[in-house]
């Protein structure tokens, strides 16, 4: 099939926002969206493949499969069907394409455009001084590439940015080829999503990854969502909160959007939510403002200790604070001193609210928080972290079943990429295991996040830039900074499926280099491989393409990068490339060596199942430097916004998945034709001296004083939280600053953007 021609032009149509997630329409629009990207055999063995034992991994979210004999034989959701058969469309990107549309015509073409092309087909570069695309062959691909990096001054003059759908075996072969090469310049996509995350549980708790199991979420008595919008961005979630809600838990939803699936859920797969009501999610909803997590959890841990002092004995945790923590009188006698008036300010809720959820506390006896990036996208996100760590303390809601911490990722293997030491700040640990098993001394300096990744490009020290899979300039923040960066560039490279944004933004040589989706086989001189990724739940499992690639041109993501390493290296560190791309059972044999928990890889990864990675917090254990999960004092904080501005978060459409929008439409907001809107509270509408439809430009606030305009949105009325408006991201992407971040884990604040909408006249 060829690539499409017209963009869609914007014809906005508002209906109202829907009360319930998935049922039946949620099934017509994933079959009809995937039939018109794929033909119906092709369809029908990715969907009936999806999430099974020896299948394919959904490319979408991170969320955990069920137990193997527990599996629905339709295991996948409205977004992971249309995920996975845009990957595997039937449309086509040939050399001549390229001819006909310069990169000067791509670069004003929209990301759902770029994207609706189809597969990339074979290795392209844009020469210097060209505005073109040409084909180039694998070997002068990589050979030109490899030349850029040994001309380099040094090793740390490039970067090499990885996105969540790598798979644990080319992740792998990505950190040892840096290292191997010389540099920790290693940024990934969690620098942007659950980089706040890792940083509070790992110093309170010695781990930064979640602790808690499906069959945790289906027998807890309490679920907090917070931040978090399971419907569009994991819907499988909502699977598991139904389970948990038939077993007896409440839930308590906590957002500055009321998103349909936090309300309620009609389960396609049952017939209570094909014909009847589905279930209730939320029983209760705090309708929060945003960046008013942090206070909303000092307000509830101030009431828990005031309820011990009323029942001593009764309420708090004693034996497992006295064994298993630290610091907790330093943070009672914090937490006492909290301001009601400061918590209701950030909160935007009442008191009453507040002492209805802690009543549900009160009542429960395991409890778990889920958050995402409503939360990690903040300023103080880590203060925020830690104090729902406090909060899970204080009842000795962690290292017991039904109890923990769920930080919910949304990308595929962006845990799995960190397990495997894509990180610029690998531990020793890592870094000696390396060492002992290859022979040689990694580097140990600090590398670059993405943030500053974007910095050193701008100011010329960074020349190479290598993309694996993503859509790193759409997902950055700032956008005019980051393309000005990218341009600054000497070489510009991505390993890629399908073509966006970042192909257009090239440094002064480019390369697009085209890959295997996670749907397709992979033939090596070894035989028929798979890979392995890891989910948002530490379990490590397999995923086998089923079909056959969309062009012979195409090389898997371990293949390029084994082909890379061996060209850049020439032998000065002795490594067995070769061995690895032929056999990638090879590389999880080293892996089972450095990785702990992943001993003899090889068999375990292929029972039903997978392995399960160890959590030390599910054990009782905390290894931070004390030995103990720590308590911590947290500043009381919230997000200045000045009179007549408001604070701006950007997030995904329900017909998107990260970067790329599918269609113009986000079915469950009740927006449909235009993603060019920005969605206001009526009353704030109404102090602005705004209507709804009319158009506005969106001017992002900054220390800096440099103006970021996102130009000609339409005025939706919405019931956003007061004080507050939310837009989509990419495209407010540039009105978030570049050095706005999370204190401590440098993470953009695309939550926390304060603009002023300017009528267009």
């Known amino acids: 099939m060829k690539p499409t021609g017209e963009e869609p032009k914007d014809d906005l149509t508002v209906t109202p926002p829907k009360k319930w997630a ?43 499969d069920p137990s193997p004999g527990h599996r629905h034989r339709n295991e996948y959701c409205e977004n992971g069907a249309k995920h996975i058969n845009d990957e595997a469309t039937t449309r086509r990107i040939t050399a001549d394409f390229f001819r006909d549309h310069p990169v000067s015509d791509l670069a004003r073409r929209s990301d759902l455009w770029l994207n609706q092309q189809g597969r990339l087909t074979r290795p392209m570069v844009k020469r210097p001084d060209s505005d073109v695309y040409e084909p180039i062959s694998w070997n002068d691909a990589l050979n030109l590439l490899a030349e850029e990096l040994k001309a380099l001054d040094t090793p740390d003059e490039a970067v090499f940015y990885t996105s969540g759908r790598v798979s644990n075996e080319a992740a792998f072969v990505l950190q040892l080829f840096a290292r191997a090469y010389g540099t920790n310049n290693l940024p990934d996509c969690s620098n942007m999503c659950h980089e706040s995350s890792g940083f509070a549980l790992h110093e309170t708790l010695g781990t930064g990854k979640g602790s808690v199991s499906l069959q945790d979420l289906h027998h807890a008595d309490l679920i907090f969502l917070v931040g978090q919008n399971p419907g569009t961005n994991h819907p499988r979630q909502l699977s598991a909160l139904e389970q948990a809600k038939l077993n007896g838990a409440r839930i308590v939803a906590v957002n500055p959007l009321p998103e349909a699936g936090l309300l309620r859920f009609k389960n396609p797969q049952k017939v209570r939510g094909v014909i009847g009501q589905g279930v209730r999610i939320a029983d209760r909803f705090l309708h929060i403002r945003p960046g008013g997590d942090l206070a909303l959890f000092q307000g509830l841990n101030r009431l828990l200790l005031e309820a011990e002092d009323a029942r001593p004995g009764e309420v708090l945790a004693h034996d497992f604070i006295r064994s298993h923590t630290s610091g907790f009188e330093e943070f009672a006698e914090h937490a006492r001193r909290i301001s009601w008036d400061d918590v209701l300010t950030a909160t935007g809720l009442g008191r009453e609210e507040i002492e209805k959820v802690r009543d549900d506390v009160l009542r429960s006896e395991r409890v778990i928080v889920c958050w995402a990036m409503g939360v990690t996208q903040h300023k103080h996100a880590v203060p925020t972290i830690r104090e729902i760590v406090n909060f899970l303390l204080l009842r000795g809601n962690l290292g017991r079943a039904g109890a923990g911490t769920c930080p919910v990722r949304g990308h595929s293997n962006v845990q799995g990429d960190r397990t495997m030491g894509i990180w610029e700040r690998m531990p020793d640990s890592f870094l000696d295991a390396l060492q002992r098993e290859f022979g040689f001394d990694p580097p140990r300096a600090h590398g670059l996040d993405s943030v500053n990744s974007i910095k050193a490009m701008r100011e010329g020290r960074i020349k190479v830039f290598l993309g694996v899979a993503g859509n790193f300039v759409r997902a950055a923040p700032d956008s005019t900074a980051t393309e000005e960066a990218m341009r600054r560039c000497r070489l510009t490279a991505h390993i890629s499926t399908k073509l966006n944004r970042s192909h257009t933004v090239c440094g002064r040589t480019a390369l697009i280099l085209p890959t295997l989706g996670r749907t397709e086989r992979d033939f090596q001189v070894g035989g028929e491989q798979f890979v392995t990724v890891e989910n948002s739940m530490s379990e490590v499992h397999t995923s086998r393409g089923r079909l056959r690639p969309a062009s012979k041109l195409l090389l898997s993501e371990v293949a390029i990068l084994c082909g890379l390493a061996r060209r850049t290296l020439d032998g000065r560190v002795d490594l067995p490339w070769k061995e690895f791309e032929a056999d990638y059972g090879s590389i999880r044999d080293r892996i089972s060596r450095i990785v702990p928990g992943l001993h003899d890889f090889n068999r375990r990864v292929t029972r039903p199942g997978g392995i399960r990675l160890p959590n030390p917090v599910n054990a009782g254990v905390f290894p931070t430097p004390v030995g103990k999960a720590l308590f911590t004092r947290n500043t009381w904080q919230m997000p200045d916004v ?110 926390e953007v304060v603009v002023r909408l300017e009528a267009v006249t």
């Open 22 to 64: 998935a049922g039946v329409p949620a099934v017509t629009h994933a079959l009809r969206y995937s039939l018109e990207q794929t033909s119906v055999p092709k369809t029908a063995v990715d969907l009936l493949t999806m999430n099974q034992v020896d299948g394919i991994d959904c490319p979408g979210c991170a969320w955990a």
């Open 642 to 751: 000045p009179e007549g501005h408001l604070l701006l978060q950007t997030l995904r459409s329900h017909d998107q998945w990260n970067t790329i929008p599918y269609t113009p439409n986000d079915r469950y907001r009740g927006i449909h034709g235009s993603r060019r809107v920005v969605m206001v509270n009526p009353a704030d509408l109404a102090a602005l001296g705004l209507t709804a439809g009319q158009r506005v430009d969106l001017v992002g606030v900054w220390h800096d004083d440099a103006e970021r305009r996102a130009e000609d949105f339409e005025v939706v009325p919405y019931p956003t939280a007061r004080g507050s408006a939310a837009a989509y991201y990419p495209e407010t992407q540039g009105l978030v600053p570049l050095d706005s971040v999370a204190d401590i884990s440098n993470q953009p604040t695309s939550k």
